[in-house]
């Protein structure tokens, strides 16, 4: 069974604090790919960021980073010097494929409140 | 690339009544997704496209739904005597066949069920 667990469900920050949102997840699969995706209060799910399963080195990009590790299943997303732009609702997921099997399974959510 | 359109993006119907909603993917992508959010929660898989196959339907899709692909482009959901408990969010979503290709979202289709 694939899952995909967001523990946090809200998190507040002031706004130019740095803010880490934590994704773990579980699969048998061998290989797959993690992404996460925001959502503002517009309603429409935005990608981010992604990851194989078989490229554990972490990136940064902008004001976005991650931190992916195979061996605690996690895949967590950081925000640098946060801006009231980010506040929205960011979701982790998982996608795995087996021949035609594709199916990509979403957290439940993390609610980022950037407070001016 | 003019992105995942869906239409329409509000529906409100009464009890019973089917319901159809339409997605048309980005052009050149064969895959294509219906999900279901509901307040507060996460996007919950309900069924995929490869090209005009409809390769897997989740479990917990009543017989009530049905999706259709039927020349590999745009894509239709019908729920067919509507309830209450159908009050969501249906999200549309299409992507390249390969497997770190992100899923390019549409607007979604509010439904109110009265």
Redesign the interface.
Known sequence: AQK?TQAQTEISVVEKEDVTLDCVYETRDT?Y?L?WYKQPPS?????LI?R?SFDEQNEISGRYSWNFQKSTSSFNFTITASQVVDSAVY?C?L?S?KT??????????TSLSVIP | DTGVSQDPRHKITKRGQNVTFRCDPISEHN?L?W?RQTL??????LT?F?NEAQ??KSRLLSDRFSAERPKGSFSTLEIQRTEQGDSA?Y?C?SSSPT??S???????TRLTVT
Do not use: C, W
Request: zero cysteines; aromatic letters at 22%; hydrophobic letters at 35%.
């Open positions: 995909v290989t790919y992404f309603g429409e799910l935005v990608f992604r194989n979701f997921a996608r494929e035609s099997y594709d199916k990509v399974i979403f957290g439940p959510g | 895959r997704y999900y507060g929660q996460g996007p919950e898989f995929y490869q390769l897997e969010m999200l979503a497997g770190n992100p899923l390019h979202f549409g607007n979604g």
